[in-house]
């Protein structure tokens, strides 16, 4: 079964140099993102961080590793699960416009995760990603 990458885009009121902070900074990435231990923009950083599926009982530890850096510009890095088959990858890319900033954000390889874990459904990254770009990061900016 092919599955299509997600893809979501946002206008940010912010220049790209203020959402490339936004997205490349630990301190600021805990305001909307996730609160990691480490995180370096870096061909070849990996990082890690805990998140919880949909019964909030049941914890993923996820596994990533930056396999591109365009500063200002393009920002990708693997997205696994220990224990889990599978690899997938997230885009962060930006174009100013006007003194604002498009942010697109893709999730390609869905299609690799075990179908049979609901968790790691298609369905489950769309809601997450809506919420984390589409509302966590636009009020990060909006504040």
């Known amino acids: ?19 490339w902070q936004a997205i490349t900074d ?6 909307w993102y ?16 805990t998140g919880r599926g949909k019964d909030e009982h049941k914890e993923y530890l996820h596994i990533c590793e930056i396999t591109e ?16 088959s599978g690899n997938s990858f997230v885009t962060f890319a930006l174009a100013e416009e006007n003194g604002k ?21 298609p369905h489950n990254f769309a809601e997450g990603w809506t919420h984390i770009i589409g509302t966590s990061l636009v009020n990060y900016f909006e504040k």
């Open 1 to 19: 079964m092919t599955i299509k990458p997600f893809v979501i885009e946002r206008l940010l009121n912010a220049p790209a140099e203020k959402v």
């Open 34 to 49: 996730f609160d990691l231990e480490e995180f370096k923009p870096e061909v070849g950083f990996v990082f890690q961080f």
């Open 69 to 84: 850096v365009v500063p200002l510009k393009k920002l990708t890095y693997s997205w696994r699960y220990e224990g889990y």
């Open 26 to 31: 630990k301190n600021q990435m805990k305001e």
């Open 101 to 121: 900033t498009l942010l697109t954000l893709t999730h390609a390889g869905l299609e690799t995760f075990p179908v049979e874990n609901p968790d790691l459904a």
